[in-house]
């Protein structure tokens, strides 16, 4: 289904009182680009990344191997001795103060796969940090929507506004034509010198409201916005299919993913790590505990660790990734029916807008019609100011409706569009 904004909003284009005499024009996407590198959300995803790419080069490292430079100086209540006493040979006592000092190297050669898993878990993790902050994100094209929109409302209106004004004056030369005719009252004159007030009040906000919109624009785009520049109207398609493509959607899988990596990470077998030993070292006494002697050493080796029991702690912890796998399902599976329900909601207010907007078209032709009538009577002299002032505002407001249908229909459309994650 392809729903075309209405192209009477093209007169605030051409037509506006506010245009940009540099020719400057933006549009609804240069707009989301520019609030995605005002708050830098293609770094924030690089940082990301470099973080990632950290962690995993942390882990990696643990392939190479590790020195360690080691030393200590101890004082024994009792020490090793051979209760052994002959007169053909003199075995001396070891000293109670011991001191050394070694040089330690290890390096792992299995690790059954730790590793391995901690790699994909910090990608995963990755992953999810990248979800959220486009999730953080994404409720900023909702205000650039808003702010977009209310600029081009106030414009619009400002045209309608400065026309009834124009009518206005025109009605007001005539009245006090016929003031000085003697076919016309003071207090006429007077009702339609307010009611040029009241018109002119209502353009006045406008403006404010203009100015109040591009002004929080500017701040989000990271641009120097003025009154000047020009914005295109968006053409607003709707897409026949309705499959939600929300960033809450990845969000979720990429959870479920990291809990499912984490579940099977603390479900696996403990495995045994291998790895290969050595040590160098020197002091008193060496690696022959009977000589009383400073002397150097070395020793080297493989060494096989393997956890036979922890008391259940993997188990347990297997099973709160799986309560939270269902947690995080019954999430999903609630947040698409809410966006599915809302979507609805918005899909009947687009054809609530579309049947209003219709409607307008013949209202204003009443208005119009009545608003004729009443200025030839005003005229011949046999309708009075506050009728005409009563039929022109009620024209005005009119067309003023049916501009607020028309930018509230844009609206809707783009509010759709994010609902179902489609808005770029």
Same mark, same amino acid.
């Given at each position: 289904?392809?729903?075309?904004?209405?192209?009477?909003?093209?007169?605030?284009?051409?037509?506006?009182?506010?245009?940009?005499?540099?020719?400057?024009?933006? @549009?609804?996407?240069?707009?989301?680009?520019?609030?995605?590198?005002?708050?830098?959300?293609?770094?924030?995803?690089?940082?990301?990344?470099?973080?990632?790419?950290?962690?995993? @080069?942390?882990?990696?490292?643990?392939?190479?191997?590790?020195?360690?430079?080691?030393?200590?100086?101890?004082?024994?209540?009792?020490?090793?001795?051979?209760?052994?006493?002959?007169?053909?040979?003199?075995?001396?006592?070891?000293?109670?103060?011991?001191?050394?000092?070694?040089? @330690?190297?290890?390096?792992?050669?299995?690790?059954?796969?730790?590793?391995?898993?901690?790699?994909?878990?910090?990608?995963?993790?990755?992953?999810?940090?990248?979800?959220?902050?486009?999730?953080?994100?994404?409720?900023?094209?909702?205000?650039?929507?808003?702010?977009?929109?209310?600029?081009?409302?106030?414009?619009?209106?400002?045209?309608?506004?400065?026309?009834?004004?124009? @009518?206005?004056?025109?009605?007001?030369?005539?009245?006090?034509?016929?003031?000085?005719?003697?076919?016309?009252?003071?207090?006429?004159?007077?009702?339609?010198?307010?009611?040029?007030?009241?018109?002119?009040?209502?353009?006045?906000?406008?403006?404010?409201?203009?100015?109040?919109?591009?002004?929080?624009?500017?701040?989000?785009?990271?641009?120097?916005?003025?009154?000047?520049?020009?914005?295109?109207?968006?053409?607003?398609?709707?897409?026949?299919?309705?499959?939600?493509?929300?960033?809450?959607?990845?969000?979720?899988?990429?959870?479920?993913?990291?809990?499912?990596?984490?579940?099977?990470?603390?479900?696996?077998?403990?495995?045994?790590?291998?790895?290969?030993?050595?040590?160098?070292?020197?002091?008193?006494?060496?690696?022959?505990?009977?000589?009383?002697?400073?002397?150097?050493?070395?020793?080297?080796?493989?060494?096989?660790?393997?956890? *036979?029991?922890?008391?259940?702690?993997?188990?347990?912890?297997?099973?709160?990734?799986?309560?939270?796998?269902?947690?995080?399902?019954?999430?999903?599976?609630?947040?698409?029916?809410?966006?599915?329900?809302?979507?609805?909601?918005?899909?009947?207010?687009?054809?609530?807008?579309?049947?209003?907007?219709?409607?307008?078209?013949?209202?204003?032709? *009443?208005?119009?019609?009545?608003?004729?009538?009443?200025?030839?009577?005003?005229?011949?002299?046999?309708?009075?100011?506050?009728?005409?002032?009563?039929?022109?505002?009620?024209?005005?407001?009119?067309?003023?409706?049916?501009?607020?249908?028309?930018?509230?229909?844009?609206?809707?459309?783009?509010?759709?569009?994010?609902?179902?994650?489609?808005?770029?």
């Amino acid at each position: 289904m392809r729903i075309l904004i209405t192209c009477m909003l093209l007169t605030i284009v051409y037509c506006s009182p506010v245009q940009a005499q540099d020719g400057t024009y933006i @549009d609804l996407k240069s707009c989301y680009r520019w609030s995605e590198a005002t708050f830098n959300l293609q770094g924030q995803k690089e940082w990301i990344t470099a973080a990632t790419e950290e962690a995993i @080069d942390k882990v990696n490292a643990s392939w190479q191997p590790k020195l360690s430079l080691n030393a200590q100086a101890t004082y024994q209540s009792d020490v090793v001795g051979l209760p052994i006493e002959s007169p053909l040979f003199n075995i001396p006592a070891l000293d109670k103060d011991q001191y050394r000092a070694t040089l @330690d190297i290890q390096q792992l050669l299995y690790d059954g796969g730790a590793m391995r898993q901690q790699k994909t878990l910090q990608q995963l993790q990755s992953g999810l940090q990248a979800a959220q902050t486009d999730v953080s994100f994404y409720s900023m094209y909702r205000q650039i929507d808003q702010l977009y929109c209310a600029v081009l409302l106030a414009r619009n209106n400002q045209l309608l506004i400065l026309s009834s004004l124009k @009518d206005l004056e025109a009605r007001k030369q005539q009245l006090e034509t016929a003031f000085q005719n003697g076919a016309a009252t003071q207090n006429a004159l007077h009702q339609l010198e307010a009611e040029m007030l009241k018109v002119e009040q209502m353009l006045q906000d406008a403006r404010y409201a203009e100015q109040g919109a591009i002004d929080a624009l500017a701040v989000l785009t990271g641009k120097p916005l003025t009154t000047t520049v020009q914005l295109l109207i968006p053409e607003v398609e709707l897409p026949a299919s309705t499959d939600n493509l929300r960033p809450e959607t990845a969000l979720f899988e990429r959870q479920l993913a990291l809990t499912e990596a984490q579940r099977e990470f603390a479900s696996s077998l403990n495995l045994p790590t291998i790895s290969l030993f050595g040590q160098g070292g020197y002091g008193r006494p060496g690696l022959n505990l009977l000589l009383n002697d400073f002397e150097a050493f070395y020793i080297g080796g493989i060494r096989l660790s393997y956890v *036979l029991w922890s008391g259940g702690g993997k188990t347990h912890e297997a099973a709160v990734y799986q309560i939270q796998q269902k947690q995080l399902r019954q999430q999903q599976e609630n947040f698409l029916l809410s966006t599915r329900s809302q979507a609805s909601r918005q899909l009947s207010e687009i054809r609530q807008l579309e049947a209003a907007i219709a409607q307008d078209a013949a209202i204003i032709d *009443l208005r119009n019609q009545i608003l004729t009538t009443s200025a030839l009577t005003l005229e011949n002299g046999t309708g009075t100011a506050a009728d005409y002032t009563r039929d022109s505002n009620a024209a005005l407001q009119a067309k003023l409706t049916r501009e607020l249908h028309t930018i509230q229909l844009m609206l809707a459309q783009l509010d759709y569009l994010s609902t179902i994650g489609k808005t770029k």
